[in-house]
């Protein structure tokens, strides 16, 4: 009842959203402390409840498969430095900068400090997505954070696994060997690239194939399987939901652009329901055992160690200062963090309690700030429309308001050779049949000469 609601009015509002910096997650997330036991006591959840870990861990899962699907291998192959120099560079940064602000200000041993900077961070693609989703933030851009969350979770895992160990080696250190984790790792990958090779040879075959209206449950039983056999084989789930959403889109553009819709729909559905039950566990009690060194920790965490760590780590690249400093900024912590805080909290290891509690006031506080910003920041890239040129190249129109279009994200048809999205027309003047070229690094043509235009109905 209450995730239904929650739902209704989340869809009333999301036309209001899209053009404030109202955030459908961060209702999400008020509504699930609202009616958790920190408010009206509705809904009775514990961090250590399976319901905790099971809905982080499908919403995370779900949000890399259909994200891996954004992920161009042709674009990857011209601009893999700056993905590489924020994973190699910014994402250690960002980890020693966290332990060391633990270990000081709240007074951690430096195995625990090294934990909890393991734990925040990776970037998450869930609230990482409020940016990408914006058709008029640059391209190269929307990549670069893209391919960023969605690795970094899978790269931070072994370093969570090798210090629980080292925290409480009795407890974890059978399953946290060098071997056992790079197995895991392995296993992911080698399961995520084969699922949709393997489904797309048995596809070829004369009597095999799907009809229209079956085609986006291929895709999806792809997923479903692949979190079963990761879960059953203890492999790297989150990277094989990502690889397996970019091999599919290599492979057969057809499935991904008939999942597209329903895959969206679902990663929205998985997002919500995990912020709900995240929400239901901030109490006031949580917040009161904080210490003061604990809130400056989360708040440095957001506004200065991931910002610095990124912006050194893109010195010398083509990105220009605005493109800069919103990679800074979109550095959320979520739904990954939230599943690693978890194996802090039910590993035992001394203070296990306090560290998941500066975990998830840090995830807390960076929901707040990242999926309430992400309108404000991507209007700063916004592309003037020309006069004359029909908006009919987005979705339907709500019966909920003028402003409450249903957001799509950008498919193949949309995008010039080099991953860019067409800028449509970039003159009335030119010829109709004249496609929009793609703008220096896949920067969205729109930007320069043509201004956002769309393209027409003949073109497309």
Not at 286 to 304: C, K
Request: proline content about 5%; aromatic content about 8%; hydrophobic content about 50%.
């Amino acid at each position: 009842m209450v995730f239904g609601i929650a739902l209704l009015v989340a869809v009333l509002l999301s036309g209001l959203a899209a053009r404030s910096v109202l955030s459908t997650s961060l209702l999400f997330l008020a509504g699930g402390a609202l009616v958790g036991d920190g408010a009206l006591g509705l809904i009775h959840v514990a961090p250590e409840s399976d319901i905790v870990r099971v809905t982080a861990d499908l919403a995370l899962f779900a949000v890399l498969f259909t994200d891996g699907m954004h992920v161009r291998f042709a674009d990857l192959r011209e601009r893999w430095k700056s993905p590489a120099r924020a994973l190699g560079l910014g994402m250690p940064l960002a980890f020693f900068g966290i332990a060391l602000l633990t270990h000081w200000l709240v007074g951690f041993d430096w195995t625990t400090s090294f934990l909890v900077g393991a734990v925040l961070s990776p970037t998450d693609p869930v609230f990482a997505s409020a940016i990408v989703g914006h058709r008029r933030v640059p391209a190269r851009l929307r990549q670069l954070l893209n391919i960023e969350s969605g690795i970094n979770d899978g790269l931070a895992l072994p370093f969570v696994l090798i210090f629980l160990a080292a925290a409480a080696p009795s407890g974890h250190g059978e399953h946290a060997s060098f071997g056992s984790i790079t197995l895991e790792l392995v296993l992911g990958l080698l399961f995520g690239v084969a699922a949709p090779l393997l489904v797309n040879a048995l596809v070829r075959f004369r009597l095999l194939g799907a009809e229209p209206k079956l085609q986006p449950l291929g895709p999806l039983a792809i997923g479903v399987t692949l979190y079963a056999v990761c879960h059953l084989t203890h492999a790297n789930a989150y990277l094989a939901a990502f690889s397996a959403g970019a091999v599919l889109a290599a492979v057969s553009p057809e499935a991904k652009q008939a999942f597209e819709p329903l895959g969206d729909s679902l990663a929205e559905l998985a997002k919500f329901a995990a912020l709900l039950v995240f929400g239901a566990l901030l109490t006031g009690e949580l917040f009161g055992d904080l210490s003061f060194g604990g809130y400056v920790v989360a708040v440095l965490a957001i506004v200065l160690i991931r910002p610095a760590s990124l912006l050194l780590s893109l010195l010398g690249t083509s990105f220009d200062r605005r493109e800069k400093l919103t990679a800074a900024w979109f550095g959320p912590k979520g739904f990954a963090s939230v599943v690693y805080g978890l194996l802090v909290l039910q590993a035992g290891i001394p203070r296990g309690e306090e560290a998941f509690t500066l975990i998830a006031v840090t995830i807390a506080f960076s929901i707040i700030a990242h999926s309430s910003s992400d309108v404000p920041i991507a209007r700063l890239f916004d592309v003037e429309e020309l006069v004359g040129i029909p908006d009919d190249n987005r979705g339907p129109r709500w019966p909920f308001g003028t402003g409450a279009r249903k957001a799509r994200r950008p498919t193949d048809a949309d995008r010039g050779p080099d991953g860019a999205e067409s800028g449509g027309e970039q003159h009335r003047a030119e010829s109709a049949q004249r496609d929009a070229e793609p703008g220096e690094d896949g920067a969205d043509s729109g930007q320069d000469g043509g201004r956002g235009a769309k393209r027409t109905g003949a073109q497309r």
